[in-house]
C-alpha cells in the first residue's frame, strides 16, 4: 500500500511579526517545513510527500528543498484560496488505494512515534485524528457574560490528520463549506465517523515567536 504526506505550508509571518512566512523561519539553522517533511521521511522512507505553496513562494520552497532535501523526491503544488481548497489539491496528486497524512508544515516537531500511530489507526478505523486534552481552564462568552466549560469532555485537534484515500478524497469532492475547520470536520460532512487518536504536547503549531523558541529546546533535547 502506498504512503503519502500533504503537506500544507501556507500561512504567513504575520502572527509571529516577521516578513518571512513562519513555514520558512530557520530552526537550528533549518526551516521548519523541512523538519516536518523529515520527520515523515524518518516514519517511512518511502513514503511520497506532496508540499502545498502558495504560488508566491513556490520558487523559495523549491529552492530550499534543493538545499536541504535534494533526493526525496518532493512534489510541490500551488496553493489555493483557502485550507479547503488547498488540501484538495493536493488530494489530486495522491493515489487511490494508498493512505495519506495531512499535516500542518508549521506543526515540525511532530515525532516518528504519533506518524506511525496515526498510520496504525487509519489502516485499522479509516481514519485517525490525534488529539490532546486541554490543561487551561476554558470559559464560553454569553450574552456579555461567561460561563464555565467542562474541559473533561474538550480535546485540542492536531495534525497529522490521517485517512484511507477513497474516504477522504471522495470527502473533498463537496462544495466549499465554510464551516470545513480542518479535514475533519470534511469527512463527518461526508456522513463518515472520524477516530481519535492520542496525540503529543510536543506536536505544537509555530504561530507566535515563543512557539520558535519552544520549538527549538523540543529539537535540542531530541538531539542530544
Not at 496528486?93 to 512515534?113: K, L, N, P, Y
Request: glycine fraction near 8%.
Amino acid at each position: 500500500m502506498r504512503i503519502y504526506a500533504v503537506i500544507v505550508a501556507g500561512g504567513s509571518g504575520t502572527r509571529m511579526g516577521t516578513e518571512i512566512p513562519k513555514q520558512f523561519l530557520p530552526i537550528h539553522g533549518v526551516p521548519v517545513f523541512i523538519h516536518a517533511i523529515n520527520a515523515f521521511l524518518l516514519a517511512f522512507p518511502g513514503i511520497k510527500i506532496i508540499l502545498v505553496l502558495p504560488v508566491a513562494n513556490l520558487s523559495q520552497g523549491n529552492d530550499y528543498l534543493q538545499r536541504f532535501l535534494p533526493n526525496a523526491g518532493v512534489k510541490t503544488v500551488e496553493g489555493g484560496h483557502t485550507r479547503y481548497h488547498s488540501v484538495q489539491k493536493g488530494l489530486a496528486e495522491v493515489e487511490t488505494g494508498s493512505v495519506v497524512f495531512i499535516h500542518d508544515a508549521v506543526r515540525c516537531m511532530v515525532s516518528v512515534d504519533l506518524i506511525r500511530r496515526c498510520y496504525q489507526d487509519a489502516i485499522t478505523y479509516g481514519s485517525s485524528i490525534p488529539v490532546v486534552e486541554v490543561r487551561d481552564s476554558i470559559r464560553k462568552l454569553k450574552d456579555g457574560s461567561s460561563e464555565v466549560v467542562d474541559r473533561s469532555i474538550l480535546r485540542a485537534v492536531q495534525t497529522p490528520q490521517t485517512f484511507m484515500t477513497d474516504m477522504i478524497q471522495k470527502a473533498f469532492q463537496r462544495e466549499y463549506n465554510p464551516s470545513f475547520t480542518d479535514e475533519a470536520t470534511v469527512l463527518e460532512k461526508s456522513g463518515e465517523k472520524v477516530h481519535l487518536t492520542e496525540g503529543e504536547d510536543t506536536n505544537i503549531k509555530i504561530t507566535f515567536p515563543t512557539d520558535l523558541l519552544i520549538a527549538e529546546q523540543i529539537l535540542s533535547k531530541r538531539n542530544t
